[in-house]
């Protein structure tokens, strides 16, 4: 049957008369889209290496060494993922300029909101005044805000939201075991946000992206919701903190993470040279120097490096970091920055952006 015409087939009944029928519509928007503006927020708690190893047999010196973690943030027990996100996004959109009220699509990139449903990005949504906006959260690890910011880019210029709202945040202190040897010294909270919009020349550069789900494993959470069902007695079933593979994670991301990088550039048309800024993923300061050593980074690549009083906070991690760059001067406004995200799934995507 040809595409303009209505009809059955295979059902055996009497097929209906043709009839003529419109094309479907279809919407495309502006050529390019562009990071507008860049929101963050942070706790206020200081939680230092000396804190953590009140729970676990590590020192400050280990965990400088083998992290490069000075002191990381915890978020209070009142303060939720929601909460969070608001005060990033409110940031975000004051500093791109951008009415509330024209945002099409808020997503949230997060594996710490509480609430296997509904997504937090509704009330984040609402508490913004960004209604009625589409509003759903990702799940890729710490390589979400990445995966997000390809999703807002090609929403723009589908045509299908003028204005979107991303945002990154983990509330990881939820989900960490403060006596786990392997991962209390590592995670940590905050919140990232930045709007994507209309540009007229590019500003977003293809994103390159994938996953090997033959290791979801080395990060995961230690049990599922449906080992707690029906358990009355608390110590029965491990709370569903985050555990990891930490050498198998290293090994990988160093292995696996400079050639994404390399390809992201090369999509976007640049050479290492050409770059100004190398925000990667947040994860443990070995890696990230490990990376920009093999992508061949010359010296005036500005490289972030948040996670010394940030710690990793997992979806968070990439808008704090560029929030942190912009604000204290290190990289600047229209610069190149290669983003790179990588985590639990495993997930990994990279893109080229202009800073806002
Ligand atoms: C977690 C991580 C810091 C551990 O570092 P590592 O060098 O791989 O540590 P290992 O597990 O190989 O242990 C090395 C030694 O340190 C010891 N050690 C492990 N954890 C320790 C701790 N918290 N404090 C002190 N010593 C510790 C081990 O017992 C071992 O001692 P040994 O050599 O006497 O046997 C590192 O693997 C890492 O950062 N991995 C990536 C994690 C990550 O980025 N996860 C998030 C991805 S998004």
């Known amino acids: 049957m040809s595409a303009d015409a209505v009809g059955t087939s295979g059902t055996g009944g009497a097929t209906p008369p043709r009839r003529e029928r419109p094309t479907l519509a279809t919407r495309r928007g502006p050529e390019h889209a562009r990071i507008m503006g860049v929101g963050a927020w942070r706790p206020t708690r200081v939680v230092t290496n000396a804190e953590v190893c009140e729970h676990i047999d590590s020192t400050d010196e280990w965990i400088r060494q083998r992290t490069g973690i000075e002191s990381r943030g915890w978020a209070d027990a009142e303060t939720s993922v929601i909460d969070m996100s608001v005060h990033a996004g409110a940031e975000a959109l ?131 919701w449906l080992e707690h069902r029906g358990v009355t007695d608390p110590a029965a079933v491990e709370w569903p903190a985050l555990q990891q593979e930490g050498q198998k994670v290293f090994r990988w991301a160093v292995f696996a993470m400079a050639p994404l990088a390399l390809r992201a550039i090369e999509a ?21 120097d490990k990376l920009a050593s093999q992508v061949g980074l010359p010296d005036h690549v500005a490289i972030a490096r948040d996670i010394r009083t940030t710690g990793n906070t997992s979806a968070a991690s990439v808008p704090l970091a560029m929030h942190r760059m912009l604000a204290e001067g290190q990289a600047a406004s229209g610069g190149y920055a290669l983003l790179v995200g990588f985590g639990a799934g495993l997930s990994y995507a990279a893109q080229v952006v202009v800073l806002p």
């Open 94 to 224: 004051a500093a791109a300029g951008v009415d509330a009220s024209s945002i099409g699509a808020v997503i949230v990139a997060t594996v710490s909101h509480p609430y296997q449903t509904p997504a937090a990005a509704t009330q984040v949504a609402d508490r913004l005044g960004a209604t009625p906006a589409a509003a759903w959260d990702i799940s890729a690890g710490c390589a979400a805000f990445c995966h997000a910011l390809a999703q807002a880019a090609d929403l723009v210029r589908g045509g299908t939201a003028e204005h979107v709202l991303v945002v990154g945040v983990d509330k990881l202190s939820d989900f960490t075991d403060l006596t786990d040897r392997s991962t209390a010294f590592l995670f940590a909270d905050g919140a990232g946000a930045v709007v994507v919009g209309p540009s007229d020349t590019p500003a977003i550069a293809p994103t390159v992206w994938g996953s090997d789900g033959s290791m979801w494993d080395v990060i995961k959470t230690r049990t599922s």
């Open 268 to 288: 976007a048309g640049l050479t290492p040279d050409d770059l100004d800024a190398f925000i990667p993923h947040q994860a443990n300061m070995r890696i990230i």
